[in-house]
């Protein structure tokens, strides 16, 4: 009986803390509706970011190299995070997560390499880098 009067308790407790956010998030909402502007106008609806008017549409066409040379970031930031891991459980973990490491590392890098080979970092535009061949020979 007192495990379920333990678990009752735990409950009640999230239920309060739920509805306490929920109270709190529609009171600043709330307060936030009565209290601020309704001023309407064409300068009102213009987004302003650091005093500059903008200029152009915000509808930019990136290269898909962009997108690419983002996820590589993405990918090698999780490896430094992981590798931060290791690095905070390196006693613990001994030989084995040294080698297991080491073969995690030489897989990324494997992949930097190839990635490299098939020019997936190359952001000169191919002029550029036509006359520079053309230079090396």
Not at 4 to 32: P, Q, Y
Not at 100 to 129: H, K, M, Q, S
Request: one cysteine or more.
């Amino acid at each position: 009986m007192p495990e379920a009067v333990a678990t009752l308790s735990h409950n009640w407790g999230f239920a309060v803390f739920l509805l306490g956010v929920a109270g709190l998030c529609a009171f600043m909402l709330g307060v936030s509706r009565l209290l601020g502007s309704r001023a309407v106008g064409r300068s009102k609806n213009e987004p302003f970011e650091s005093g500059i008017v903008p200029t152009g549409g915000a509808r930019l066409r990136f290269s898909a190299k962009f997108y690419l040379v983002a996820m590589l970031f993405v990918i090698f930031d999780v490896e430094a995070l992981f590798l931060f891991a290791w690095a905070v459980s390196v006693r613990e973990s001994g030989w084995a997560g040294l080698i297991e490491a080491t073969i995690f590392i030489a897989i990324l890098l494997a992949g930097l390499v190839y990635l490299w080979r098939i020019g997936a970092l190359d952001w000169a535009p191919e002029g550029r880098r036509n006359r520079q061949a053309k230079l090396k020979q």
